[in-house]
């Protein structure tokens, strides 16, 4: 059993950063794959990025490359999402999620969900 728990949300201007964090306790978190999702209003949840186990491998959306940075300390069981140059479109609650299946995308590969926390990009 993994519990997760996210971090960092908040309300931010268009060309801003915000930095979420996910802490995880429970079963030993390095050998999960670790990934974020989010889901904006009246839309589906959609991958955002995701990082392997060992941290040596990440995965990103289309959409967010190049503006948004995943990473992990397995030390701290913290993984995090660094992101910048944030648009009004990137407003959404953002999950984290940790996998068994490497660096996947799909939605369906991941067993572990935390609650989320919302992400408010101002025009």
């Known amino acids: 059993q993994v519990q997760l728990i996210e971090s960092g949300g908040g309300l931010v201007q268009a060309g801003g950063s915000l930095r979420l964090s996910c802490a995880a306790s429970g079963r030993t978190f390095s050998s999960y794959g670790a990934g974020w999702s989010r889901q904006a209003p009246g839309k589906e949840r959609e991958f955002v990025a995701v990082i392997s186990g060992s941290g040596g491998t990440s995965r990103y959306a289309d959409s967010v490359k190049g503006r948004f940075t995943i990473s992990r300390d397995n030390a701290k069981n913290t993984v995090y999402l660094q992101m910048n140059s944030l648009k009004p479109e990137d407003t959404a609650v953002y999950y984290c999620?940790?996998?068994?299946?490497?660096?996947?995308?799909?939605?369906?590969?991941?067993?572990?969900w935390g609650q989320g926390t919302q992400v408010t990009v101002s025009s």
């Open positions: 999620a940790a996998t068994i299946w490497g660096t996947t995308t799909d939605q369906n590969g991941y067993r572990y």
